[in-house]
DNA sequence: ATATACCCTAGTAAAATACTAGGTTTATTG
DNA sequence: CAATAAACCTAGTATTTTACTAGGGTATAT
């Protein structure tokens, strides 16, 4: 379990996903303008993601990215494992007898906490922020009508419908 | 909130004193062939732990370091905190005004998510790990005296009294 | 057809991580 | 009191990870 800019960059741009998934697919280069990442680097992060089946990639104009699943069944820690690819656990890397056969006690009690982590992070999904109601309340406009809520600014020029 | 091998290193570091915190000071040569990290970097990474109050050196020959609070008074996300500087929190760096003059969203939603975490972390102390009953079983020698535990390996060759 | 967007690869710049090598202070012990 | 063990400090460097750049290709809606 590891946890950086990478990792945070993989969550925020799912949650952008999440925040649009009844709305058509969501473009890297929109989210590249909309969080100031290079596009090519979200090619890549998306490229792990895609592998991992959390999300699915619609070619041609109109397309982007959406969704590979129900938002409920994404957790945080699968977008994260998805991306950073998991810290070996200690130094005693492929041989788990460190300890002369047995494991080695820190060994033990960190994989213990990792263990809490992962957990704590598998149990967060994507629908928890969607039923945010902060979120709510930004993405419905004042008249009434749904709009496309960008992640760092409202696009309020470029909506659909 | 960001984690890290850096930030692994202190936990399972701090882990270690807290095993041998009634047994006087540990030093970081011994940590250092323990856990196989060199021993200036744990110098440095020490030099933090010491400036947040986190642990105490004690110097001179039998010196080494020890705990700088109570074990139930140190969390894992102090100790994170403490070597891993703070990720900010979005590319939105100092001004948060990103989406004209209020927070964006995907920034609040990962602010939300990296505070649960820092809870979750903070809710978790060293007094956790050294109550383990796992550990209990290591620490008590057969012939039913105390010995000091390694972390890596237990060092029979090399207990006090 | 053409434009749009995903999809892929290789290389590179920048930053963080981890280490090396030298020191100085402080306190214990012979 | 001299030798030693340890914290404590600084500067430099190797390594790894992160993030980007540049160049392509492929599918598909219009």
Redesign the pocket.
Known sequence: M?L???GR?AVTAMMDLALHDNEG?????DISSCQ?????????L??LL?QSGL???????????RLGKPPGQISVADIILAV??SLDSTNCKGHLDCNKGERCLTHHLWNDLSEQLLTFLSAITLSEFIKNPEVKKISVRLDGTAHRISTMFPVTENYNS
Chains 1, 2 share one sequence.
């Not at 697919?25 to 280069?29: A, E, G, K, M």
């Not at 999300?55 to 990215?65: A, E, I, L, N």
């Open positions: 590891k950086s800019t990478k960059y697919p969501v473009t890297l280069s100031g990442i290079s596009l090519s680097y979200l090619e890549q998306f490229s895609r999300v699915q990639g619609v070619r041609g104009p109109g397309g982007g990215y950073d690819e």
